[in-house]
């Protein structure tokens, strides 16, 4: 399967600043996700990265929010825009072809 | 819409026990199954997959088959190992959709 690169590993920000998440795939995907992990939760979908147009987002999650970027095929970004605590989480990137799905390292944001 | 529930932990053994995690879900069509491993700090890998009925899944001594008539895909393994504590996630997926992930259900093996 193929190996996605996720940075920040991990980073504390101050609330009303922006992060940006950046992954990249070392081959080619059909599908990118965006996944959110609160402290002892499982995954929530954020979005879809949708390769050259905008992102689609689940019930909960706007764009304004969490702005996505998919220039290309192999790489995509997340920003989690005038955080707060409560955006406080680790946040996952997945790429997916086929049937399989495989996840970045994620990335844990303490919101201070 | 697609579901996917799972035993709640967490689940304490001691080494060398049998473990059992329960994983049923619900779909319109024939997804394909997984069960996902979390250590403690790291991201999600992939443990195992099935992808079409009596499919059975298999990975480190952790085996699972694909039950269209139960609608279940439960993961066991017959010794576990400390090194096996971790937070267990069972997830489906139909096509091009993104998973579907159970609630998680963590797993500690005391020695």
């Known amino acids: 399967s193929a190996v996605i690169s996720q940075k920040p590993s991990r980073d504390i920000c101050q609330r009303g600043t922006s992060l940006t998440i950046q992954c990249q795939v070392d081959s080619q995907v059909t599908m990118m996700f965006w996944y959110r992990q609160q402290p002892g939760q499982s995954l929530t979908l954020i979005a879809t990265?949708?390769?050259?147009?905008?992102?689609?987002?689940e019930s909960g999650f706007v764009i304004d929010k969490f702005p996505i970027s998919r220039p290309n095929l192999t790489f995509s970004t997340l920003t989690v825009s005038n955080m707060s605590p409560e955006d406080s989480s680790i946040y996952l990137c997945?790429?997916?072809?086929?049937?399989?799905?495989?996840f970045g390292q994620g990335t844990r944001l303490t919101v201070v | 819409g697609d579901s996917v529930t799972q035993m709640e932990g967490p689940v304490t053994l001691s080494e060398e026990a049998f473990l059992t995690i329960n994983c049923t879900y619900t779909?319109?069509?024939?997804?394909?199954l997984f069960w996902y491993v979390q250590y403690p700090g790291e991201g999600l890998q992939l443990l195992l997959k099935a992808t079409k009925a009596d499919d059975k899944g298999s990975n480190k001594g952790f085996e699972a088959t694909y039950r269209k008539e139960t609608t279940s895909f439960h993961l066991e393994k017959g010794s576990v190992q400390v090194s096996d504590s971790a937070v267990y996630f069972c997830?489906?997926?139909?096509?091009?959709?993104?998973?579907?992930f159970g609630k998680g259900t963590r797993l500690s093996v005391i020695a």
């Open positions: 997830a489906l997926r139909s096509g091009n959709t993104p998973l579907v």
């Open positions: 997945s790429g997916a072809g086929g049937t399989e799905a495989f």
């Open positions: 990265a949708n390769q050259g147009s905008e992102a689609t987002y």
């Open positions: 779909a319109t069509g024939y997804p394909s």
